[in-house]
T-cell receptor, first 116, second 113 residues
Framework: GDSVTQMEGPVTLSEEAFLTINCTYT??????LFWYVQYPGEGLQLLLK?????DKGSNKGFEATYRKETTSFHLEKGSVQVSDSAVYFC???????????????FGKGTLLTVNP | DAGVIQSPRHEVTEMGQEVTLRCKPI?????LFWYRQTMMRGLELLIY????????DSGMPEDRFSAKMPNASFSTLKIQPSEPRDSAVYFC???????????FGQGTRLTVV
């Protein structure tokens, strides 16, 4: 079945540091890939997405590139801010066998804390 | 659009009581999902609907849990009887179609004492 594996947290960085959160996936079809962010006490919000190989999703300084050869979708940001402190989720949506699977599969989430 | 709306935001109930969580998806979205989030298990998919029909309920933990979607603008998740281990944040999400992102509600924090 489909699965998403992302790096264990928590991740603690100083402001302006470089961020990488690794994400790899297993899928039976040709999935769409997503990064979601969850701020304290809130629901998940879409951060960025990519729908085909070599696509780069970007938003708010965050980037992730869909790498089919390595089945990866790592999240990066060149200079994090205190306001980026949140939980980040990698997710995939796969049509699966017969095109009947429309659910989103999430990783376990990575807690990021950015200190001033 | 106001987004996905969940109610209540917080619920505290005693063990054995019935709990009903409510969700209004975004208008025009064909898919609705119920997730549960805990520290131990992370984000778990409980059930999802397509055009008001339950498609996959394999994530529903046991018979105490049930979900309905009587129309395109409303869904409920019911727990009867509730137990302390059901304490979690329950999220509802909707999406317009396959391959698209899901939009999440603010969640309902359930505490069963």
């Amino acid at each position: 079945g489909d699965s998403v594996t992302q790096m264990e947290g928590p991740v603690t960085l100083s402001e302006e540091a470089f961020l990488t959160i690794n994400c790899t996936y297993t899928a039976t079809g040709y999935p769409s890939l997503f990064w979601y962010v969850q701020y304290p006490g809130e629901g998940l919000q879409l951060l960025l997405k990519a729908t085909k190989a070599d696509d780069k999703g970007s938003n708010k300084g965050f980037e992730a590139t869909y790498r089919k050869e390595t089945t990866s979708f790592h999240l990066e940001k060149g200079s994090v801010q205190v306001s980026d402190s949140a939980v980040y989720f990698c997710a995939l949506s796969d049509l699966g066998s017969g095109g009947s699977n429309y659910k989103l599969t999430f990783g376990k989430g990575t807690l990021l804390t950015v200190n001033p | 659009d106001a987004g996905v709306i969940q109610s209540p935001r917080h619920e505290v109930t005693e063990m054995g009581q019935e709990v009903t969580l409510r969700c209004k998806p975004i208008s025009g979205h064909d898919y609705l999902f119920w997730y549960r989030q805990t520290m131990m298990r992370g984000l778990e998919l409980l059930i999802y609907f397509n055009n008001n029909v339950p498609i996959d309920d394999s994530g529903m933990p046991e018979d105490r849990f049930s979900a309905k979607m009587p129309n395109a603008s409303f869904s409920t998740l019911k727990i009867q009887p509730s137990e302390p281990r059901d304490s979690a944040v329950y999220f509802c999400a909707s999406r317009p179609g396959q391959g698209t992102e899901a939009f999440f509600g603010q969640g309902t924090r359930l505490t069963v004492v």
